[in-house]
């Protein structure tokens, strides 16, 4: 039953994309022709427990919703979305795509929520920044793709800068929810790492929370102050003394990559639209997010 | 959630992927002395006399190997926008690093001391690295780091992941760019090192993963990746050792792949094919670092 109510919570808040919204603002987006470039698929599950999660991300069109976020992006070739059960967590993305969100995944973050924490708010905040996260950082590897674009350092960690980077576009409140919410989630999912696991093409969750955590204070140090380093012991993980100094270097760096090899594939007029679009509703936002 | 995406080649970069294959692996036929390359006029060089007396040995080895004249010239090829001063000191820590506001790039003594320190007296304990190949394979590995940082501000590199991590890779790729036995003596310095260091303990606290570096066993895998996929049959013994898992090998085509047509893409174009060719049929290291 807990996890019934905490999944339907989370699907609820899950529509903060704004097609439906009340707002003028996310009429606007609403009305902004969906891309042609983004085709998107609702896979039916074939295990009936995923059925709920099925049922309501379609119902909420959450796909076509992320077609309109996509709009500004000059595509030079189709690019395909598809929600499906994949038999795993997540399907890497291969060239030519198509991009694959797994149920899976998203039964995994509804799973690690509801065990770490009973607030209802902290619930909404980790599951919808979660979510939003993984189709963001799934999505840049599409793009790394389709644009041709050079990767330095490892690729799991590129994806991650470019959603981290991405979260920050918008406004405040959207950025606490999905960087906080995607911190807490890897917080949350921390696992030992020892010997071979070290060999892994992916970095461990807890360097993950903290590459999260920089580029958030390195691009808006004052809205996420409350991860300064400060001495004394903390019941909050922040950023270190060692690390936060190079977040500001951090952020503009993946800025600096992104204005060089993925700006001029955005069209800037539309780019100004989705950026003042209200993508985040007032009644979608969970309350103690600072 | 990790993964690498299957390697593409669009067409796009197929010149440059080209060009860069005629470059990487190239077997040198005629071996040259460092001496003959013309150093690069934008680089200048300089050997700080230390202040500390438990340095004199490390400056004059420094400055008898003429380290800083043979990284002048092994540099040659790279049409540099910026004049870049390459340093040796005594820096009061245990370091090395390239500073973006100075364009220069130092190794501190220090840091030179404790490679020589913690070399095998004569070889290591599997009897696979010897203590020259320590020494200088995990000297220049550290040169090559920095000097990805270094080629990173001055050519205005998009870094999409994390630069520490970029500038382990440009280290492994460079290395793989002269010949075999300067491949593996390098590679060996890398191991040799990463090894030593500890990873954290399972019970410690999430703020030892803070550090923008990668873990030393994460350096040293990614290391052994690249090595490996960039020349399986010179790294295949490594991969016999053990020393890196199935798992990540399988993927280490992809990665270095990856890799190159980075480097084509945002190196390539600042590097003189011609003296590039030349640098890469000359002997850099003297026969006993290659033991």
């Not at chain 1, 793009?143 to 980077?165: C, K, M, S, T, Y």
């Not at chain 1, 950023?239 to 500001?248: F, G, I, M, S, V």
């Not at chain 2, 030892?208 to 290391?223: K, P």
């Amino acid at each position: 039953m807990t996890r019934f109510v905490a999944a339907a919570r989370f699907l609820f808040a899950f529509i903060y994309i704004a097609a439906n919204s009340p707002s003028a603002r996310a009429q606007e987006l609403a009305s902004t022709a969906t891309s042609a470039q983004v085709r998107i698929s609702y896979e039916t599950p074939s295990d009936e427990k995923f059925r709920p999660i099925y049922d309501a991300l379609k119902h909420r069109q959450v796909l076509e919703r992320l077609q309109r976020f996509l709009v500004p992006l000059r595509l030079p070739k189709v690019l395909t979305v598809e929600l499906m059960q994949c038999g795993t967590e997540t399907k890497p993305y291969e060239s030519g795509g198509p991009v694959v969100i797994c149920y899976e995944l998203i039964q995994r973050i509804v799973d690690v929520t509801i065990q770490n924490t009973k607030d209802a708010n902290e619930q909404t905040l980790i599951m919808d920044g979660t979510f939003v996260q993984a189709v963001l950082h799934e999505v840049a590897y599409a793009v790394f793709d389709v644009l041709q674009v050079p990767i330095w350092g490892r690729e799991d960690d590129a994806a991650d800068r470019v959603a981290a980077l991405t979260m920050m576009q918008f406004s405040d409140q959207v950025a606490l929810t999905t960087i906080v919410g995607t911190a807490k989630f890897f917080e949350y999912s921390k696992r030992a790492w020892t010997g071979g696991d070290f060999a892994d093409l992916g970095s461990p969750e807890a360097q993950r929370f903290y590459n999260y955590l920089c580029i958030a204070y390195g691009g808006d140090p004052l809205t996420f102050q409350f991860l300064a380093p400060r001495p004394g012991p903390s019941k909050v993980a922040r950023l270190t003394e060692n690390r936060a100094p190079r977040c500001e270097g951090e952020y503009r760096q993946v800025q600096r990559a992104f204005d060089l090899r993925i700006m001029p594939f955005v069209d800037p007029q539309l780019l100004v639209k989705v950026k003042a679009s209200q993508w985040l509703l007032q009644d979608e936002i969970p309350g103690g997010t600072k | 959630m990790s993964r690498t995406r299957a390697t593409r080649c669009p067409p796009a970069v197929v010149l440059g992927l080209a060009l860069v294959t005629s470059v990487v692996l190239a077997t040198p036929v005629v071996a040259q002395t460092w001496e003959s390359i013309p150093a690069n006029p934008r680089v200048e060089i300089e050997y700080v006399a230390p202040t500390s007396a438990q340095f004199e040995s490390v400056y004059a080895s420094l400055k008898q190997r003429k380290i800083l004249e043979e990284l002048q010239r092994l540099l040659a090829p790279l049409r540099l926008p910026h004049p870049l001063r390459l340093v040796t000191k005594q820096c009061g820590q245990v370091n090395a690093f390239y500073s973006p506001s100075s364009r220069s790039l130092t190794i501190c003594y220090e840091l030179v001391a404790e490679i020589i320190d913690s070399a095998p007296q004569n070889v290591s304990e599997d009897g696979f690295i010897t203590r020259q190949a320590a020494i200088i394979g995990n000297l220049i590995g550290v040169l090559l780091h920095e000097g990805g940082h270094m080629l990173f501000d001055m050519l205005d590199v998009p870094v999409f992941g994390r630069e520490e991590d970029a500038a382990d890779q440009t280290a492994s790729f460079i290395a793989l760019q002269f010949n075999k036995d300067v491949a593996r003596t390098i590679v060996k310095g890398f191991v040799y090192f990463w090894a030593r260091e500890k990873d954290p303990a399972v019970s410690a606290s999430m703020s030892v993963w803070s550090d923008e570096h990668g873990m030393a066993s994460q350096r040293m895998y990614s290391a052994l990746c690249l090595a490996y996929g960039g020349d399986p049959q010179t790294f295949q013994e490594f991969i016999d050792r053990g020393w890196l898992p199935k798992k990540r090998a399988d993927h280490c085509d992809q990665e270095f792949t990856q890799l190159k047509l980075a480097f084509a893409d945002t190196v390539l174009p600042f590097i003189d094919q011609e003296l590039m060719a030349r640098v890469q049929q000359t002997q850099w290291l003297t026969a006993d670092e290659l033991k």
